[in-house]
């Protein structure tokens, strides 16, 4: 193989694997960013909790981590915004259907103390991840 030959072939594997990583521009390497939790939203007091689904850029909830007390229902209100989302608990407490369409709402009744990590499971490696921690 001659040198141009090299020239060419090596030209030619780099487009393909610079064109094969260009749909993975936001994908997240575990390990490759520095977690960080979201400060807790104190609203105990109130019966009924509004959680936004597609906040900011729309691959987001907001606010990200939620306190309320047992009793108190959580409604999910998707912007419209990023596409189709759902709400899915870690442990499977609750979850909705995948949705994109603005104003769709998701609730639920918290009767227990506990924390309730949920996801958007096609948007979870974009950090799009909320917490519900139940207080007595």
């Not at 603005?102 to 979870?124: D, L, N, R, S």
């Amino acid at each position: 193989m001659t040198d141009r030959t090299r020239r060419e072939a090596l030209a030619a594997a780099t487009a393909v694997a610079t064109a094969s990583l260009a749909g993975c521009a936001d994908a997240v390497i575990p390990g490759g960013e520095e977690e960080t939790d979201p400060e807790p939203v104190d609203r105990t007091g109130s019966d009924r909790v509004t959680v936004t689904v597609g906040a900011d850029a729309g691959f987001a909830f907001a606010p990200a981590h939620v306190v309320v007390e047992s009793g108190t229902t959580v409604v999910w209100e998707w912007t419209g915004a990023g596409g189709a989302h759902n709400v899915v608990d870690r442990d499977g407490a609750f979850g909705s259907e995948l949705i994109s369409e603005q104003g769709h709402t998701f609730e639920h009744a918290f009767a227990e103390a506990g924390v309730f990590e949920y996801v958007c499971t096609p948007h979870q490696t974009r950090g799009m991840a909320g917490v519900v921690e139940v207080v007595e």
